[in-house]
């Protein structure tokens, strides 16, 4: 399993609800990352895409009330699943092939990202085997905020820099997947 998510300058992963900047490199990224994978967030991340569902991707929606009718304005469910089962992830690991067959545009070795908010990244993090972050080199002055620490438990390596942003990849420590880690977040 694997995260992927960008964060300003300062840590900041969304400002009002939403991702302020609009950045064609990080879309890029994410979209070649995610393609033919599954895709799970959380209810107000799915809500602030600006197409939803993801096309070519498996999307499970988290959230406590998964009958809510907000959903109900939803056209296309054919690559939609909408659960509260935050252990979904078990299923899907241990049953691929089931997965493979009742979702034929995945890819044959899927991974299972996690994209989303918050709450679902804090959670989910310490459980992944490598992460993606994408540091945008400006401040937007944002309200949410993910601070992970990942040198106790992740390997970093730079995949990309330039002048607008900077991409990092976090892969998990061999000897230390055995260890019991609790990360630091700051709100």
């Not at 964060?7 to 990224?29: A, Q």
């Not at 994978?37 to 096309?55: A, D, E």
């Not at 299923?91 to 070795?109: Q, T, V």
């Amino acid at each position: 399993m694997e995260a992927i998510y960008a964060v300003d300058s300062n840590h900041g992963i969304s400002k009002e609800g939403v991702i302020p900047w609009n950045s064609k490199k990080d879309l890029y990224f994410f979209v070649n990352k995610t393609k033919y994978n599954i895709v799970i967030m959380g209810k107000n991340t799915y809500f602030s895409l600006p197409k939803r569902p993801l096309r070519d991707r498996l999307n499970i929606i988290l959230t406590s009330n998964p009958n809510d009718t907000i959903f109900d304005e939803e056209k296309d469910l054919s690559n939609l699943i909408i659960t509260n089962n935050d252990e979904i992830y078990n299923s899907i690991l241990n049953y691929r092939e089931k997965w493979l067959k009742s979702y034929s545009f995945l890819n044959r070795n899927f991974i299972i990202f996690f994209v989303g908010g918050k709450k679902i990244y804090e959670k989910f993090i310490p459980l992944c085997e490598r992460v993606w972050v994408t540091q945008i080199k400006k401040d937007y002055s944002c309200d949410l905020f993910l601070d992970y620490d990942y040198s106790n438990q992740f390997k970093e390596e730079l995949i990309e820099e330039d002048e607008e942003l900077k991409i990092l990849k976090y892969e998990k420590n061999v000897l230390q997947s055995g260890s019991t880690f609790t990360p630091f977040l700051i709100s």
